[in-house]
């Protein structure tokens, strides 16, 4: 158990490291009246956490149950999410709510968003591979059920 918190503590800790980098990049790297370019970087941020969570589900969504994976993805990104919008601003020396209580609630859906529609596309395409748990399963039990019966033997 304690291995399953560790690996959920590390996918938080690099979607927010995600998250670090793109507004480290925005502060230095864009100047302030460039907001397209700033938007350009958050939509880069949300397509590589969208891509991390796709392979994870792709990977994990192999060899466990969904409710297993599932729930330490979404244990995961909540984590992410706390500290991406209420200390990712703090490292970069802004207020979370500098901006509004609009751009704190569009950061916050705009994030699960991202997470959501990349775990459901790794899923999808694993299981349209037939290579998810459950196929497997099923896989497993039908080849057992068309094998020889056992012989019986007689005394």
């Given at each position: 158990m304690?291995?399953?918190?560790?690996?959920?503590?590390?996918?938080?800790?690099a979607l927010?490291?995600?998250?670090?980098?793109?507004?480290?990049?925005?502060?230095?790297g864009?100047?302030?009246?460039?907001s397209?370019?700033?938007?350009?970087?958050?939509?880069?941020?949300?397509l590589?956490?969208?891509?991390?969570?796709?392979?994870?589900?792709?990977?994990w969504?192999?060899?466990?149950?969904v409710?297993?994976?599932?729930?330490?993805?979404?244990?995961?990104?909540?984590?992410?999410?706390l500290?991406?919008?209420l200390?990712?601003?703090?490292?970069?020396?802004?207020?979370?709510?500098?901006?509004?209580?609009?751009?704190?609630?569009?950061?916050?859906?705009?994030?699960?968003?991202?997470?959501?529609?990349g775990?459901?596309?790794?899923?999808?395409?694993?299981?349209?591979l037939?290579?998810?748990?459950?196929?497997?399963?099923?896989?497993r039990?039908?080849?057992?059920?068309?094998?020889?019966?056992?012989?019986?033997?007689?005394?």
């Amino acid at each position: 158990m304690n291995e399953r918190w560790r690996t959920v503590g590390a996918l938080a800790g690099a979607l927010f490291a995600v998250n670090v980098v793109a507004r480290l990049v925005i502060e230095f790297g864009v100047d302030g009246d460039q907001s397209a370019a700033a938007d350009r970087v958050s939509l880069g941020m949300f397509l590589v956490i969208g891509v991390i969570l796709a392979g994870l589900a792709f990977h994990w969504g192999r060899d466990r149950p969904v409710a297993r994976w599932g729930a330490d993805l979404a244990a995961a990104v909540l984590v992410a999410l706390l500290l991406t919008v209420l200390v990712g601003p703090l490292l970069v020396g802004n207020n979370p709510f500098a901006n509004g209580a609009g751009t704190f609630f569009a950061q916050i859906w705009l994030y699960l968003a991202a997470s959501g529609a990349g775990t459901l596309v790794g899923y999808l395409v694993l299981t349209a591979l037939g290579r998810d748990h459950r196929s497997q399963q099923l896989k497993r039990y039908a080849e057992r059920g068309n094998a020889k019966p056992r012989r019986v033997v007689r005394r």
